[in-house]
């Protein structure tokens, strides 16, 4: 059994930041991956940024140079910080680990709004 548990998400206005957790817990392997997607309401679930174990991360273009990945392979834990969010970034957040399988997490609501 695997549990991810998220935090950090809310309101914020136009131009706020928002810092994004999710640790992983239970009878996980070594996690090569971990990362976040979000989904509004009738679309897919869409990629917002992942990274590898050693650290390596992609990110979505939408998100590029306002929003930060990181992890603590110690804590199997990673983290989202948005900055500049904007309107559009509303949605819900979902963070996924990968040990060889993929489990998501629970998704916490962000919204940008004014």
């Known amino acids: 059994q695997v549990q991810l548990v998220e935090s950090g998400g809310g309101l914020v206005q136009p131009g706020g930041s928002l810092r994004l957790s999710c640790a992983a817990s239970?009878?996980?392997?070594?996690?090569?991956?971990m990362g976040w997607y979000r989904q509004t309401p009738g679309n897919q679930r869409e990629l917002v940024a992942t990274?590898?174990?050693?650290?390596?991360?992609n990110y979505a273009e939408s998100v590029k140079g306002r929003f930060t990945i990181s992890r603590d392979n110690a804590k199997n834990t990673v983290y989202l910080q948005m900055n500049s969010l904007k309107p559009e970034d509303t949605a819900v957040y979902y963070c996924?680990?990968?040990?060889?399988?993929?489990?998501w997490g629970q998704g916490t609501q962000v919204t940008v709004s004014s």
């Open positions: 239970g009878s996980i392997s070594i996690i090569v991956a």
């Open positions: 990274i590898t174990r050693g650290g390596l991360t």
């Open positions: 996924y680990v990968n040990d060889g399988r993929r489990y």
